[in-house]
């Protein structure tokens, strides 16, 4: 792993309604992973954790 994938940060998630949870992605990350405008994501349940990146059609 690189040592970017070291780095951690603690954010907050907040109930949205009956089917959904918001988290919130810190600025400096969104702009790095190309999400500081509306885009779709995918989410990978993984036996440790959830796994998020960004859509990307190709």
């Given amino acids: 792993m690189s040592d970017n994938s070291e780095q ?3 954010v ?4 949205a ?3 959904s949870c918001t988290l919130v992605i810190p600025r ?3 702009i ?3 999400l500081q ?5 995918i989410l990978e349940e993984k036996e440790n ?5 960004k859509l990307e059609l190709r």
């Avoid at 907050?12 to 109930?15: E, I, Q, Y």
């Avoid at 405008?37 to 994501?41: I, L, M, N, S, Y």
Wanted: proline share 4%; no cysteine; net charge positive.
């Fill in 8 to 10: 951690k940060e603690i």
């Fill in 12 to 15: 907050k998630t907040f109930l």
């Fill in 17 to 19: 309604g009956h089917a």
């Fill in 28 to 30: 400096r990350l969104a």
């Fill in 32 to 34: 790095k992973y190309g």
């Fill in 37 to 41: 405008k509306p885009a779709h994501v």
């Fill in 49 to 53: 954790g959830i796994f998020l990146r």
